[in-house]
């Protein structure tokens, strides 16, 4: 019984550094946990392809999967870039679909990492402050400062909500939502 109790303890005393917001998470999300596990799959496939493949850069592109759907965004310097990423999204096994976001690379961007790190967290902030909005089912990511919404939700007018809050936030040249409903 003690060899038993002993790693479970440290589980239990693990659990809260490493897994309480995922298991929040999950359970607030409207796919089922084997959907969800599916889409991480493949979500981490992708992401792991992107950053073994020498013409991406990794740090300029990123992936997220929702019911078999995939989405790709990011900055591109070539379209040579962004057939890649295409190519490696759709090679995934279980995706179905694929959606882009992408906009061409700037030098002289008014807009840089400090403003969309800036961006990002205010509107998380803004969304965890909504009661109305499960903020752990939107998946929010800013480029060049456009705030990109990613994930599914249980109504339109929550969709609306989020896309309120992203569009209140200082700095945001434009919201693009991919947020649908579970119905």
Excluded at 18 to 34: L, M, N, P, Q, W
């Amino acid at each position: 019984m003690k060899r038993l109790l002993l790693p479970l303890l440290a589980l239990c005393l693990l659990l809260p550094a490493f897994g309480c917001t995922t298991v929040y998470k999950a359970a607030v999300d409207e796919r089922s946990i084997g959907t969800q596990t599916d889409d991480e799959v493949m979500t981490t496939e992708i992401k792991a392809e992107f950053l073994q493949d020498d013409l991406i850069k990794y740090m300029d592109f990123d992936a997220a999967v929702y019911n078999g759907h995939a989405y790709v965004l990011g900055e591109y310097e070539s379209q040579a870039q962004v057939t890649r990423a295409m190519q490696i999204a759709r090679s995934v096994d279980g995706v179905r679909a694929l959606t882009t976001y992408m906009l061409p690379k700037k030098d002289d961007d008014t807009c840089g990492t400090s403003d969309n790190l800036l961006i990002f967290g205010k509107v998380k902030s803004a969304l965890i402050g909504d009661g109305d909005v499960h903020a752990t089912n939107v998946n929010t990511k800013v480029v060049q400062c456009n705030v990109v919404l990613l994930g599914i939700v249980s109504s339109q007018a929550e969709i609306n909500r989020a896309i309120a809050h992203a569009k209140d936030v200082e700095g945001v040249r434009s919201v693009q939502s991919f947020l649908t409903t579970a119905r």
